[in-house]
C-alpha cells in the first residue's frame, strides 16, 4: 500500500543558491500528484528531496520536515533505509549496462544482501509484469544486457527494477521525456494501475500528461509553489494568475 | 542561371572537383601508411625472433634450467617460472593498490588532493626503471639481500601508476545517472562504486590492467638488483630468482654462441607468454559480457 506525503517548510540549495523556498504540501497516499513548472523552478530538486536524492549532489543540502508515512526522512534514518521505501525513475532510462534484463529488476535486493532465489525469480517476474514488460523479455531474461533494449523498454525495466524492491511511494522525474508517444502512451497507463498500490508522484514538462495521470498538480515556480490543487481546478480554473499564465502558455 | 552545381536536384551525379578527390586520397593514403607502419614494424620484431628464437628452442629449452658455462644443452625453465612468479606477486600488489587508487580518485578526489595524487601518479608513471629498481633495492634489498619479493615491489610500483590513471579514467566514463540509479535503489555508496560503476568500468580498467602488467613483463633494469637472477630453482619469495629478462640480458652479453641463441630464444618465449596472457585475460573477461552491454 502507498503511504502519504507531507512536507513543511522544505528549503533546498545548491551551494549558495537556494533552489527551493518553502515548500508545504500534502501529497495523498495512492493518488498521482503531478508536479509541473518551467524548466529551472525546482520540480525535479523537490522530488529529489522526497527521498534524499538531493544530497547526492556535491554541496546539495536541504532542511524542513518531509514525512513519508509516519517515517520523518530528514531526522533519524539513513538516506539508504529511505530509497528503498521510495523508488524512482529518471528522465533518461539507466539500466545497469552490465547486467541482464533479471539481473537489473533483482538488483535492487540482491544488492542489499537479498539471497533467496526462489522468491527473487518471484519478484523480478511479478516486477515486470507490473511494469508490461514480462510478454517482451521473458525468453531473454538472463541472456541480455538490459542495455540492449529499446529506450521505452529500458525504461520500462527501470520502472520494474523500481518496484522490484516494493516501494511505497514511487517518484517519477520526467520518466517519458526522453521517449516516443507510443512508450509514453504505455507508461501513463502503467501509472493508472500503479497507483492502486503506491502513491505516485510525478515531474512532468506536458500538462497533457499531467491532466492525463494525475488527480493533483503543483505548479512550481522560481522554486516556490505557487499553486497546488486538484488537476481539474489547475487546468480549469487556476486561482493564481501565474498558474493561469503557464497552463495557457503564455510564457514557460 | 543560378549555380547548378550547388542547387540542381540530383547533386549526386555532380562531378566531384578534381582538389576534392586528390585531398581525399591523399589523406586515405596518409592514414593507409601510418597503419602499415605499425604493422610492418611490429610484424618485423616478431618475424626476426621467430627466424633467430625458434632453433633453439625445443623441450629441454622449455624444461631444464641452465647449464654452467662450457656445458651445451640446459634450458630457461627456471626463468620462465621465474618471470610468472615475479609477476603474479607483483599483480598481487599493484593491481588492488592501483585500482584503490583509481577508485579513490574518480569517486572521491574532486580536490586538492585528489589533483596531488594525480600529478604524483603521472610524475611515477615517467619515472625510469631503473631509478625504480635502485629504490626497491634500497627499501627492500638493502638489509634482507636479493629475492623474488624485492623484484615484485619494483615491478609493482611501476604498475600501479597505469592502473590507477586507468581506472580513474575507465570509472569517470561512467554516466553519473548509473550511479543515481543505484542510490535510488537504496544501495550504499561504498556497493554502488564496487558492484555498479567498477562493473560497469571493468572491460576498460581490464584493459588498463594488461597495459601495465605487457609495460613490466619485460622489464630488466628493476631487477638486476632486486631478484637479481638465479641459476637454479627458486620459488621462495626471499631468495633470489631467475626472470626471463635477465636471463636474456646476461646470455646476450656472454661471448658464447650457444647463449646468444638461448637469448634469442628467451625474447620469443616472453613476447608468445606476454601475448597468450593477455589473450587468456580477454577471453576470460569477455565471456562475462552480455549481448547488447557497451
Known amino acids: 500500500m502507498g503511504v502519504g506525503i507531507q512536507v513543511e517548510k522544505l528549503d533546498a540549495w545548491f551551494g549558495k543558491t537556494q533552489a527551493l523556498h518553502d515548500i508545504n504540501i500534502n501529497i495523498a497516499a495512492n493518488h498521482a500528484t503531478a508536479v509541473i513548472g518551467p524548466s529551472g523552478c525546482g520540480k525535479s530538486t523537490f522530488v529529489r528531496c522526497l527521498n534524499r536524492m538531493h544530497e547526492t549532489i556535491p554541496q546539495a543540502r536541504a532542511e524542513g520536515r518531509v514525512r513519508i508515512g509516519e517515517v520523518d526522512i530528514y531526522n533519524g534514518t539513513s538516506a539508504t533505509q529511505i530509497r528503498r521505501r521510495i523508488g524512482m525513475v529518471f528522465q533518461k532510462p539507466n539500466p545497469f549496462p552490465t547486467m541482464t534484463i ?8 540482491k544488492l542489499n544482501g537479498f539471497r533467496d532465489r526462489r522468491r527473487l525469480d518471484e519478484i523480478v ?7 508490461a514488460l514480462w510478454e517482451e523479455v521473458k525468453d531473454t531474461l538472463r541472456k541480455k544486457s538490459g542495455a540492449s533494449l529499446s529506450g521505452g523498454q529500458q525504461q520500462r525495466l527501470c520502472i520494474a527494477r523500481a518496484l522490484a524492491v516494493e516501494p511505497q511511494v514511487l517518484l517519477m522525474d520526467e520518466p517519458c521525456s526522453a521517449l516516443d508517444p507510443i512508450s509514453t ?28 495521470v494525475a488527480e493533483f498538480t503543483g505548479f512550481f515556480l522560481m522554486g516556490k509553489l505557487i499553486e497546488f490543487d486538484k488537476t481539474e481546478k489547475i487546468f480549469t480554473t487556476p486561482s493564481n494568475k501565474r498558474t493561469e499564465d503557464y497552463i495557457t502558455g503564455r510564457f514557460g | 542561371m543560378p549555380n547548378t552545381t550547388l542547387l540542381s536536384n540530383d547533386f549526386a551525379a555532380a562531378p566531384v572537383s578534381v582538389r576534392r578527390r586528390l585531398t581525399n586520397m591523399l589523406a586515405t593514403g596518409a592514414a593507409a601508411g601510418a597503419v602499415l607502419l605499425v604493422l610492418l614494424s611490429l610484424g618485423a620484431i616478431f618475424v626476426y625472433l621467430v627466424y633467430k628464437g625458434i632453433g633453439a628452442i625445443d623441450w629441454n629449452f622449455l624444461t631444464q634450467i641452465p647449464k654452467p658455462v662450457g656445458e651445451s644443452g640446459g634450458g630457461m625453465a627456471n626463468a620462465i617460472a621465474g618471470t610468472a612468479y615475479i609477476l603474479l606477486i607483483a599483480s598481487a600488489f599493484g593491481v588492488p593498490i592501483g585500482i584503490g587508487a583509481g577508485i579513490y580518485l574518480a569517486e572521491y578526489g574532486r580536490h586538492r588532493f585528489g589533483d596531488i595524487v594525480r600529478f604524483t601518479a603521472d610524475v611515477l608513471n615517467g619515472v625510469p626503471s631503473i631509478v625504480v629498481g635502485i629504490v626497491a633495492w634500497a627499501v627492500v634489498v638493502v638489509g634482507h639481500g636479493f629475492s623474488a619479493l624485492a623484484g615484485s615491489v619494483a615491478l609493482a610500483i611501476m604498475m600501479i601508476p597505469t592502473i590507477t590513471r586507468a581506472t ?33 568500468a571493468s572491460s576498460g580498467v581490464i584493459t588498463g590492467i594488461m597495459l601495465a602488467f605487457a609495460r613490466v613483463a ?10 637479481f637472477g ?16 635477465l636471463q636474456i640480458y646476461v646470455y646476450a652479453n656472454s661471448p658464447f654462441d650457444e647463449w646468444h641463441r638461448q637469448a634469442w630464444a628467451g625474447a620469443l618465449i616472453l613476447i608468445v607468454l606476454i601475448v597468450a596472457s593477455i589473450s587468456a585475460v580477454r577471453l576470460v573477461a569477455g565471456r562475462g559480457m552480455l549481448k547488447g552491454a557497451n
Not at chain 2, 188 to 200: A, C, E, G, Q, V
Open chain 1, 102 to 109: 533479471y539481473d537489473n529488476v533483482a538488483s535492487g535486493l
Open chain 1, 125 to 131: 517476474e511479478r516486477s515486470l509484469r507490473y511494469a
Open chain 1, 185 to 212: 502512451g504505455k507508461i501513463e497507463e502503467l501509472i493508472f494501475q500503479l497507483k492502486e498500490k503506491f502513491t505516485i508522484v510525478i515531474v512532468t514538462h506536458n500538462m497533457q500528461q499531467a491532466s492525463r
Open chain 2, 168 to 200: 580513474e579514467e575507465m570509472l569517470l566514463l561512467v554516466p553519473n545517472t548509473v550511479r543515481e540509479a543505484a542510490y535510488g535503489l537504496g544501495v550504499s555508496r561504498w556497493r554502488t562504486t564496487l558492484s555498479i560503476t567498477l562493473r560497469t
Open chain 2, 218 to 227: 619485460g622489464e630488466t633494469a628493476p631487477l638486476l638488483f632486486t631478484a
Open chain 2, 230 to 245: 638465479n641459476t637454479y630453482w627458486n620459488w621462495k619469495l626471499d631468495q633470489p630468482t631467475a626472470a626471463l629478462s
